[in-house]
């Protein structure tokens, strides 16, 4: 089945409208840490399901060990929020919230869930917030979250994505890294949304362009 990909006015509003949306995510993340946070562009595509795993591979790294929290959503549109670590993220992270010992495993994922809770909360708050207007005229009501759940503990990155249990046939991707000034961390933030979401977000993206 063929991927029909974002024009480039689209892409450009979902640069747009996710950039200022991780930019929220990427502040309180560096309140709560009490460091500077340095984001990356929004990286943006529409692809078929059998080669998400190949793409977020080559974003985070070739045989990189990582760990990674997920928190569907669902409403008018629905998706995936998955936030990556490196090996080293918890380390850091717990180092930034003042804890002195080593964290046990449990600590750690608590750890990882609460960070995780709070970049996509964030994020996905300040994307819904730019497109309220929109999506309301479409009979749109609130996104709802699960709650964030361990997804995958330790393992390359390129296997994150078992495209084998999921029933979708493509996905639009959304990517933004986090990295922590004078530290050896980085944490990526991905969205994925299937099929029926696409065409509303490719609705949405050109009312939004549209609105200006």
């Given at each position: 089945m063929s991927v029909r990909p974002l024009t480039e006015d689209q892409r450009d509003?979902?640069?747009?409208?996710?950039?200022?949306a991780?930019?929220?995510?990427?502040?309180?993340?560096?309140?709560?840490?009490g460091v500077f946070v340095n984001l990356s562009v929004p990286r943006i595509n529409v692809l078929a399901l059998s080669d998400v795993a190949d793409a977020i591979g080559s974003m985070v790294g070739r045989n990189i060990e990582i760990t990674a929290v997920r928190q569907s959503f669902h409403g008018y549109l629905r998706g995936e929020a998955i936030v990556i670590y490196g090996r080293d993220g918890c380390k850091e992270l717990g180092d930034l919230m003042g804890y002195d010992e080593v964290l046990d495993r449990t600590d750690e994922i608590e750890l990882l869930l609460d960070v995780s809770n709070i970049l996509v909360g964030a994020c996905l708050g300040g994307?819904?917030?730019?497109?309220?207007g929109i999506t309301e005229a479409h009979g749109a009501g609130e996104l709802s979250f699960s709650a964030p759940s361990l997804m995958a503990e330790n393992v390359p990155a390129e296997?994150?994505?078992?495209?084998?249990k999921l029933?979708?046939?493509?996905?639009l991707l959304m990517e933004?890294?986090?990295t922590l000034e004078g530290r050896n961390f980085i944490s990526h933030l991905c969205m994925l949304m299937p099929g029926g979401s696409i065409e509303k977000m490719r609705?949405?993206?050109?009312?939004f362009v549209a609105s200006f």
């Open positions: 509003a979902m640069q747009e409208i996710t950039n200022i991780m930019g929220q995510a990427g502040s309180l993340l560096a309140t709560l840490l994307i819904i917030d730019q497109i309220k296997v994150l994505i078992n495209p084998d029933t979708w046939t493509h996905a933004v890294n986090f609705n949405i993206l050109d009312e």
